[in-house]
């Protein structure tokens, strides 16, 4: 640990990392990638430590109060028995537990090959060499070098996933990191997904914590593919409890005529950051970005985007809108970069907020960097309050007003995921954030009072 | 479309058409920075205890500043040590008319296009002309007096109203504001001094030609304009400068402050060397400029076109401290060649029902980069505070860049803040059509882009805005997309 300071926050963690290289050989360094990338991880923290906000990229978040917290790496063997009922469908469940795989968990399924990270590296360590073509592929789109997070996860590359989708599977693939413990848990993930040509997948990455007295702080890094004509949807769910913290490192590479589509709901979780940036590397590929945030307490949420066009004849939209009340912040960062060779672009973006306390804040930096001349770019951002106009219409229609402005509330949400696409989810999506509306707004006692539909058909 | 291309190339190529260097003797002080020549520098101006003292403050203040890394900009370090601090004409005498100017400067001026000797006659311009420093003419100096508005130059400012500049210098732009700022308070050598008294309506605008004149001559201006209860003002900055191998700097401080129902209007057209065709040579024009809305219903406008230097880097800003105070930024930025710009401008909401405006156009050729770079902030107490943005980028071929970086930072919840951008190009089908009505392309290039930045240079004044779309004309003349 020569230039990493262990009284820094989470740097205890890296000990055994430490270890790990201080025994290997220069052999063993030289053909073990995953070696590699940990000492990359090691070298890479060593220069930068973790963000502060002095930092540009991590402005506004003061991520102190989350990471003071004496941590430790899951150490239990411990197994989950069963899959805890939280999503209202079927699913292709590919779950951690306390930061370790849940093989049992998952039943064969056409078209879908799951991999253990944990085991590959263990195997790695043993005999080396024998790795195959994908298992080279981490590390290749978010390398250590890229953020402090990605840098810290692959120090600390140990479990993880990798998943390769060769045919439409019937159900959604549920990618999920449980935690139950007693003491502060760290939790260190990296997945790699791969969409084979012409397939199309539903990821749904969420986190939970099954404890309520120590916080749970995820780093989870995804590196994600998409060859030609394949398409994925990708859900992040982060509607836990306020001891869940996470920061979500994404990157997905797009092949010709690929299509991606992302939804972020943030609801419940105490602090989030999400940094996802998708390449649009071939022609006529398409990304669309939702992210929905609904605030309230102290919770944080950072979603920085970031859209790369490398190719001609690409599209890109994004819409992030965020609802902040109490002492909450949204911060939003949303990048679109339109390289030279990327002709005829077309990219949108747009951002809205709402505030509802005084005390809520909200920084919002959407951002366009353009080197192309025949493209068409638009973004635009709000700030600002519901109109009172349309409060006072409703009430002159005899709501009142507190139920007058959850109906608005619930209109302004609903355009970020009302057109996801598995109608289960999304009316349980709605139903959840309807509940935290009512409770924003105090309403919960009255809840029954209020006839509303809201199941969006 | 490469046909188009090589029409860019040989209109955007066009030689700087006001590159010359006027011969004048000039009175330099050595080069480099140290206490030493902050008091030299002092004492030639003759300056007040207190100021050697502000200045000395700033110095050490800069000595630990590190320069500012973060803006899209990328130039060669500056050796800030190699730079003279201080030039000034050899003739200390102030001239009592116009006859009484050095030839040669009423030459340069007349090169510039300054109406110098027609100014008595021309309606309503008062020209404070700064040659490398030293204000060497003000007129209409004794119209203004009548009522009671001062106007002249910083060094004489500190001579003859020292309560009011003590009062005001470094209040909206601190010594150690940044890097540049405090480097500017160290040696500033001169500049303009603006007071309206209460009450009072300034019958005509004011005026200011800068001039970099002197080779390796950082130029260090610092204006502070005062707008007291109820007055209102209008002042515009033009330059141009000759042209040169070596880098300049230019690093000014504007100061603007509005007391209660005041209202100042600051417009600038800048055209400086913007180097020549392979980006060699050109003017880096570092520069603070910052209102204060200090009293309830004041209002600053700053409106610019900024056309020339080789590095822009300045965020004209307004701190909306008054209640019901009202801040406005309009903004065309050109750039061609290897220019770079990074400009935009702050709007800090403090008081209730304060609303701020932002219009800004910028328009990218050649293999230039043009950012806006913004930050709208309201704060806490800022109750029903109101902000409307646009920022709309015009490339012209693929070779330049565009870039947006708004901040906007809101924490009271009745703030209505709206941003939008657009980037767009000259589209084919609109040349097309002018063509078609037989207007050649240059033009049609020089009429849309006109039209795309008309918005801003309606906010121009008359004089002004004919000069501005001049000038976008000379930069820009047969542009395609």
Request: aromatic residues 8%.
């Amino acid at each position: 640990m020569t230039n990493l300071q262990e009284t820094k926050p989470l740097m205890h963690l890296l000990s055994a990392t430490f270890d790990s290289l201080q025994g290997a050989t220069p052999e063993q360094l030289e053909h073990n990638p995953f070696l590699q990338l940990r000492k990359r991880g090691l070298d890479a923290l060593a220069r930068t430590g973790l963000p502060t906000p002095k930092d540009e990229e991590w402005k506004y978040l003061n991520l102190a109060p989350y990471i003071r917290h004496p941590y430790q790496l899951p150490t239990s063997r411990e197994s989950l028995p069963h899959l805890p009922q939280t999503l209202p469908m079927a699913t292709i469940p590919v779950v951690f537990f306390n930061g370790l795989f849940q093989p049992h968990l998952l039943s064969p399924a056409r078209g879908i090959t799951v991999t253990s990270l944990a085991q590959l590296v263990d195997k790695a360590s043993h005999d080396g060499t024998a790795l195959g073509e994908q298992e080279h592929s981490i590390g290749q789109l978010l390398s250590p070098e890229d953020d402090p997070f990605v840098a810290l996860n692959a120090a600390l590359l140990h479990q993880g996933a990798l998943l390769h989708i060769t045919q439409t599977p019937s159900q959604p693939i549920y990618l999920a990191s449980i935690t139950q413990s007693g003491h502060p848990l760290f939790v260190n993930l990296r997945f790699a997904i791969r969409l084979s040509a012409g397939t199309a997948a539903t990821v749904i990455l969420d986190l939970r914590t099954l404890s309520k007295t120590a916080p749970a702080f995820h780093n989870i890094v995804s590196e994600i593919w998409l060859e030609t004509e394949s398409a994925l949807t990708l859900i992040f769910l982060q509607n836990d409890t306020a001891q869940n913290y996470g920061v979500l490192t994404t990157r997905i590479a797009q092949t010709a005529r690929s299509r991606s589509r992302l939804y972020t709901i943030t609801a419940g979780n105490g602090m989030v950051r999400n940094t996802t940036s998708v390449q649009l590397n071939e022609p006529e590929a398409e990304t669309v970005l939702y992210g929905l945030s609904i605030l309230r307490d102290t919770e944080v949420a950072d979603h920085h985007t970031a859209v790369e066009h490398l190719a001609p004849n690409c599209q890109s939209s994004e819409l992030y809108k965020s609802i902040v009340a109490d002492q909450a912040t949204n911060i939003f960062n949303g990048k679109i970069f339109v390289h030279p060779e990327a002709q005829q672009t077309n990219a949108y973006q747009s951002n809205h907020n709402i505030l509802l306390s005084d005390d809520a804040r909200v920084y919002t930096k959407p951002q366009l960097e353009i080197f192309a001349d025949d493209v068409r770019c638009t973004h635009g951002a709000t700030v600002g309050q519901l109109p009172q106009e349309a409060v006072f219409y409703l009430q002159t229609r005899g709501l009142p007003e507190p139920v007058a402005d959850v109906l608005l509330l619930h209109a302004f949400a609903a355009e970020v995921y009302e057109q996801l696409p598995i109608e289960p989810l999304r009316v349980w999506i709605d139903q959840q954030l309807s509940n935290r509306l009512f409770d924003i707004v105090d309403l919960a006692a009255d809840r029954k009072l209020v006839d509303l539909q809201f199941a969006t058909s | 479309m490469s046909e188009d291309l090589k029409i860019i190339e040989e209109v955007t190529g066009s030689d700087y058409k006001y590159g010359f260097v006027s011969n004048i003797e000039e009175e330099l002080a050595p080069p480099g920075l140290n206490e030493e020549i902050i008091r030299f520098i002092s004492q030639k101006k003759n300056e007040p205890e207190w100021l050697l003292e502000w200045r000395l403050k700033a110095f050490r203040a800069w000595q630990k500043m590190k320069e500012p890394k973060w803006a899209n900009i990328h130039y060669p370090p500056i050796d800030f040590q190699s730079l003279h601090y201080y030039a000034a004409p050899k003739k200390q005498q102030r001239p009592k008319s116009l006859d009484e100017i050095d030839p040669e400067i009423r030459r340069t001026f007349e090169k510039l296009g300054i109406p110098l000797e027609e100014q008595k006659l021309l309606a309503g311009v008062a020209v404070d002309a700064v040659l490398d420093s030293v204000s060497v003419a003000t007129t209409f100096k004794e119209k203004l007096a009548e009522l009671g508005i001062i106007f002249c130059s910083m060094s004489e400012a500190i001579q003859e109203h020292p309560d009011l500049v003590r009062k005001y210098l470094g209040s909206v732009v601190p010594y150690n504001d940044n890097f540049y700022a405090a480097l500017n308070s160290a040696v500033f050598s001169d500049g303009s001094f603006v007071y309206v008294p209460p009450g009072v309506r300034c019958p005509m605008e004011l005026s200011t030609y800068f001039r970099i004149n002197a080779a390796k001559t950082g130029q260090f201006e610092r204006t502070l304009i005062i707008a007291d209860e109820g007055s209102y003002v209008s002042y515009l900055e033009g330059c141009t400068a000759p042209m040169r191998d070596e880098h300049q700097l230019h690093a000014a401080v504007v100061e603007l402050i509005a007391l209660k129902d005041a209202e100042i209007k600051y417009s600038t057209v800048q055209n400086w060397y913007p180097g020549d065709k392979e980006g060699k040579g050109g003017i880096y024009n570092f520069v603070t400029k910052r209102g204060i809305c200090k009293g309830p219903n004041a209002k600053i406008s700053w409106t610019q076109v900024e056309t020339g230097s080789a590095i822009t880097w300045k965020y004209p800003s307004v701190i909306l401290l008054g209640d019901n105070s009202v801040g406005e930024f309009y903004s065309i930025a050109l750039t061609n060649n290897h220019q770079q710009a990074d400009t935009g401008t702050k709007m800090i909401h403090i008081g209730k029902n304060t609303r701020s405006r932002i219009v800004s156009k910028s328009i990218a050729a050649g293999k230039s980069n043009n950012s806006y770079r913004g930050l709208v902030r309201v704060l806490k107490k800022a109750e029903n505070a109101r902000n409307y943005s646009q920022c709309d980028s015009m490339l012209i071929g693929n070779r330049c860049g565009a870039h947006t970086f708004p901040y906007i930072e809101v924490e009271n919840k009745t703030a209505t803040v709206e941003h939008e951008a657009t980037v767009s190009k000259i589209g084919e089908d609109m040349l097309f059509y002018l063509n078609q009505r037989g207007i050649p392309t240059e033009e049609a290039v020089a009429l849309i882009v006109n039209g795309f930045s008309e918005e801003v240079l309606q906010h121009l004044p008359m004089e002004f805005a004919i000069e501005a779309r001049k000038l976008l004309a000379i930069s820009l003349e047969g542009s395609v997309g």
